[in-house]
């Protein structure tokens, strides 16, 4: 399958890096998953335009799939996660590749980190962020992860098209993110998440404002690694969204619509 030989083009390059720091402890760690429409920040990542339309299928599956590699005690990690889409002309796939570490702040878990999202064959999309985030958490109150992601390239997920010589740029935009997940009962799980999208000023001129993004659902554990997801995602503003992509029907077009979606993971 074209897809899966292409996701494994990232998980070559990290392997050469597992190489250079072995240690106790060590891990590696995979995923493989398939959805029936990804979703990033509230937005459809399948929305590529034909013949001047956005598609509104509510169903457009993904393949996905990652590699996490933990450097022993350490706290240091890499990894790759990719995903099919079809959001821009001339590519198929999203592949991320990232690296942080992650240590104890009295009770509470710290990771900072950057990742590069990368879209061969189109780098109109090429993003690169720095990120951190805190997590607390206990059997009676659930689990909190705040979440704050910087821009730091200069375009925005093609938002600011500084690759096609716009004279404009994304950089400072950023992402604020709050996510909440809690056992329910055994195997059953709860997981909530709001987000903002604040958008560079350079990306606000054009018409495209600050959003925020929200999803509500639950997951159950089948038992060796595999879960089944569903769960409500969408986000706000999405009228001047569907501007962005295509015209017609704002509700109809607009990549931020209230969706159900469904994911297979498999961890291993």
């Not at 350490?74 to 198929?92: A, I, K, L, M, P």
């Not at 009676?140 to 992860?145: D, K, S, V």
């Not at 400072?172 to 809690?182: D, E, I, K």
């Not at 054009?206 to 639950?218: N, W």
Request: with cysteine; charged share 20%.
């Amino acid at each position: 399958m074209k897809r899966t030989h292409r996701i494994a083009l990232p998980a070559t390059l990290l392997a050469a890096c597992l190489a250079a720091a072995p240690g106790a402890h060590a891990q590696l760690t995979g995923n493989l998953a398939l959805t029936t429409d990804y979703k990033f920040r509230g937005q459809d990542q399948d929305m590529l335009k034909s013949d001047g339309f956005a598609r509104s299928s509510a169903f457009k599956p993904a393949v996905q799939g990652g590699l996490d590699y933990a450097f022993g005690d350490s706290g240091w990690y890499v990894g790759t996660w990719n995903s099919s889409v079809q959001w821009q002309r001339g590519n198929s796939l999203e592949s991320d590749l990232y690296g942080g570490w992650r240590f104890k702040a009295g009770p509470i878990d710290m990771d900072l980190g950057a990742i590069a999202y990368l879209y061969p064959g189109n780098r109109a999309g090429n993003t690169r962020e720095v990120y951190a985030s805190a997590g607390y958490g206990s059997d009676t109150l659930g689990q909190f992860t705040l979440k704050y992601a910087h821009t730091v390239s200069r375009d925005y997920f093609g938002y600011a098209g500084a690759s096609g010589g716009s004279g404009l740029s994304g950089r400072g935009t950023g992402y604020t993110s709050l996510a909440y997940s809690r056992e329910l009962l055994p195997r059953l799980t709860l997981k909530a998440a709001v987000g903002y999208t604040r958008m560079s000023g350079d990306i606000r001129s054009l018409g495209l404002p600050s959003y925020a993004d929200y999803q509500l659902g639950a997951s159950w554990d089948f038992g060796d690694g595999l879960l089944l997801a569903g769960s409500m995602q969408g986000a706000t503003r999405g009228d001047a969204y569907a501007a962005a992509t295509g015209p017609g029907d704002a509700g109809r077009t607009s990549p931020n619509r209230r969706r159900f979606i469904a994911t297979l993971t498999k961890n291993f």
